[in-house]
């Protein structure tokens, strides 16, 4: 008998396990940046398509802050930039709809570039979060202990209306971006797919990238994959069961944009979804 003392013990039980879950992903990997489309592949006569874009511990899960859209870059299958609608930030995600007016392949990315720095002045700890250009006139003359980093991070999705297409794909050459050799709108399970990492427009070798698939909060395993780049920037997915994916790849160097910058973070995030046989 479903009695209310037995749906309360449950209950709290099913609390217990969800907090457990959430400390796991928390404590294997920082919070996760990622763009959701309400679809990938579109057909009709006027396709629409609504996209989440939130940072969260559970993939997919709205659970603890939005992704900032100031960074919005919408690429159309002509190479075109797209402005997308009805743009919303909320308490824990934010919201835009793409109007998919062409046939063909869009790329939709959120961009962010930026400086941190942390200095200090008589031992109180200042931190300094901009541009490069506004970093030389923030640091005061007595700072001390200055470290500086300049980020770059992309983070992406793709969805096509019709034909695939691959016009989109054109790299800015900054920062790390994905080339695709296997349109990422075509990925099925069981099957191996294909792509390139490149690094302000050169195969990123050697690099490691972080698969993810979807649903973390209903299982007590990340059950991530880890492969690396060859030497053309190249890896290979095969993915073992449908659904939506995350890929991450990140990189660490001194190869900064301005010489009062030491250090730089690249990193680039993909939310594919891979269909059923």
Not at 136 to 165: C, D, F, I, M
Not at 188 to 206: H, I, Q, T, Y
């Amino acid at each position: 008998m479903n009695t209310p003392a037995r749906s309360l013990q449950r209950l709290a039980v099913r609390a217990s396990l969800l907090a457990l879950a959430a400390l796991a992903p928390l404590a294997a990997h920082a919070h996760r940046q990622w763009l959701l489309p309400s679809t990938t592949v579109l057909a009709g006569n006027d396709p629409w398509v609504t996209v989440d874009a939130a940072v969260s511990n559970d993939l997919f899960i709205f659970e603890h802050v939005p992704m900032r859209l100031d960074g919005l870059v919408v690429t159309g299958p002509d190479g075109a930039a797209l402005k997308p609608e009805n743009a919303a930030t909320g308490k824990f995600r934010s919201t835009f709809d793409l109007h998919l007016t062409q046939p063909g392949t869009y790329r939709v990315a959120v961009v962010n570039n930026g400086v941190f720095a942390n200095w200090k002045v008589n031992g109180e700890t200042r931190r300094f979060r901009g541009t490069a250009e506004a970093l030389a006139t923030a640091v005061p003359a007595n700072a001390e202990g200055l470290q500086t980093t300049e980020t770059l991070g992309r983070v992406e999705t793709y969805v096509t209306a019709g034909k695939p297409s691959n016009k989109a794909f054109a790299p800015t050459g900054k920062g790390l971006e994905l080339q695709p050799i296997t349109h990422p709108n075509d990925l099925v399970a069981g099957e191996a797919a294909n792509f390139r990492l490149l690094l302000d427009g050169k195969p990123a070798s050697n690099l490691k990238v972080e698969v993810v698939p979807g649903g973390i909060r209903y299982r007590d395993k990340l059950n991530e994959m880890a492969v690396n780049t060859d030497a053309d920037g190249k890896f290979s997915v095969k993915w073992p069961a449908p659904g939506m994916y995350w890929m991450e790849a990140e990189v660490r160097d001194d190869k900064t944009s301005s010489s009062a910058i030491k250090a730089r973070r690249a990193t680039y995030a993909v939310t594919v979804e891979v269909l059923p046989q």
